[in-house]
């Protein structure tokens, strides 16, 4: 069955190759041209690619998704259609009451986008979240999506877009908006470059990522992003006026929270959990 | 020639590997017991230590290096003493005077500290720090130092000791304590380690760092690190309101300085600076 891929960057372009792995025909619409060499026919437009696939992946920024689900939700010829935004709540918004749509997210991805960076195991045992169906007709969907994330390698996780959207203000769009707050930082510094160490770059890894990927998701996000924002940067200047004063009791339960923190949600996420960790390069 | 090394954990012991693969003698001395399979020989104590090397090593933590300097400065018969803190000004204060002793520090390291981690290679192709000597009798022990990093395999690159202590507040004693701070934030939020992916598993790679060993640093540099923390701070408090206003103009620029920041400061350092970074993991 032909699969439709709409933007062919790191998570489409990924999808698509391993979907091909998989025996699978692929049609995909990017503007990029580079995403041709990871399809086999490239659609001229997202409405030829929506009239020609029956299951069809919307793998692009969140505004270009709404947009892409307020297009192609007149048509009622899906066996499943399916995002991987990282913000839910919008998506099954615009969505709702379509019956073949499914609203997901792979927990998956680098620092580098684009359709250079895609790979067939992008997704290898990696949570790819799912919003569960709300009603009978959505079930059918839902097990097709199941299905289809299973054929990616991930590992479906059902959760409520609210929730989601919670969750991922935590676990990442916090973290990005830091990194790339503390990058701009540390580099208007302008500290010896010989003295940013292995440390500094995993830390700022994700200071690469592009801000045409970021805006909307920032925006659609921001509600809970502002709060915890508002909290870290509060922690802070605490802790800048404890070093002032010379205590360090507030950052050593920080160290120590940090530490159960590192262990519940990286390290205990590692494939190979029982071994030391990789040295930083 | 017998090499001391007095602390042999991930630092010192990774000399110790070096050392001995070149072919030297290496006597330790550490209370960890782990540390003999990295030693020909384990002294009894620094002291011990002190007399039987005339090049020693001190890969203690700030605090014991300070207390060490103390202990053995009223020898006169050492070639070359080394220490590896990450703060410079109170360890080239404490040594002010005694000719044989050079403040270095190796820009390496890993978030898993202790003997297990150490390995021979820790060192190659990295910036290994040393403060430049003040009068001429030190000038014969910064030869000599600068020789030790290159069998080291480092990259030997001479700072003052203010200026040191200033760039390392921006490059790592920020980023260690913002990254503390941020993970015990997540983790208080409890989200589902299900939606932790592997950006957030590099942006916290350092919050698994030992308290023990920042305690010291985060107290010697208390001054430029506060002010950092304070700015940073502001900026996210900024952010927060921004968010909450739907104004995202600051946010953009943070991002355009950030990808700047990240290119000069961590794929500039990277060996292979030309290819593609390496996917998240």
Redesign the interface.
């Known amino acids: 069955v032909t699969l439709g891929v709409a933007g062919v960057g790191l998570i489409g372009g990924s999808i698509a190759l391993r979907a091909r792995e998989r025996g699978r025909r692929v049609i995909g619409f990017d503007l990029d041209p580079r995403a041709a060499a990871l399809v086999d026919e490239v659609a001229p437009s997202l409405d030829a690619l929506g009239e020609r696939a029956r299951t069809l992946v919307l793998a692009l920024p969140l505004d270009a998704t709404l947009e892409a689900i307020r297009r192609l939700r007149g048509r009622s010829d899906y066996d499943l259609v399916l995002d991987v935004a990282s913000v839910k709540v919008p998506v099954a918004e615009a969505a709702h009451g379509w019956a073949p749509f499914v609203a997901t997210h792979p ?6 986008a684009g359709p ?2 895609a ?1 067939a195991d ?1 997704f290898e045992g ?2 790819w ?1 799912y919003v569960p169906a709300g009603d009978a007709q959505a079930a059918a969907a839902v097990d097709r999506a199941r299905a289809f994330i299973e054929t990616m390698g991930g ?1 479906a ?1 059902p ?1 409520e877009a609210a929730a ?1 959207d ?3 203000a ?3 769009h ?16 302008e ?21 045409s990927l ?2 909307p998701i ?2 659609a996000n ?2 809970p ?13 605490g ?3 404890d ?2 004063a ?1 205590e ?1 009791g507030r ?20 494939p190979e959990t029982n071994s ?2 990789p ?2 390069s």
Chains 1, 2 share one sequence.
């Open positions: 927990i998956a991805g680098a620092e580098t250079a960076a790979r992008l990696r949570t979240a590992r996780f959760v989601h919670r969750a991922l935590l676990t990442s916090l973290p990005q908006v830091v990194v790339s707050v503390l990058a701009a930082l540390v580099a208007g510094g500290p010896p470059p010989e003295l940013a160490g292995p440390g500094l770059a995993s830390t700022l890894r994700l200071a690469g990522s592009p801000w970021w805006e920032v925006r921001a509600e992003l502002a709060a915890l924002l508002r909290e870290l940067g509060g922690r802070l200047q802790l800048a006026a070093l002032q010379g360090v950052l050593a339960s920080y160290f120590e929270d940090a530490h159960v923190g590192y262990e519940r949600l990286v390290r205990a996420r590692r030391a960790a040295p930083l």
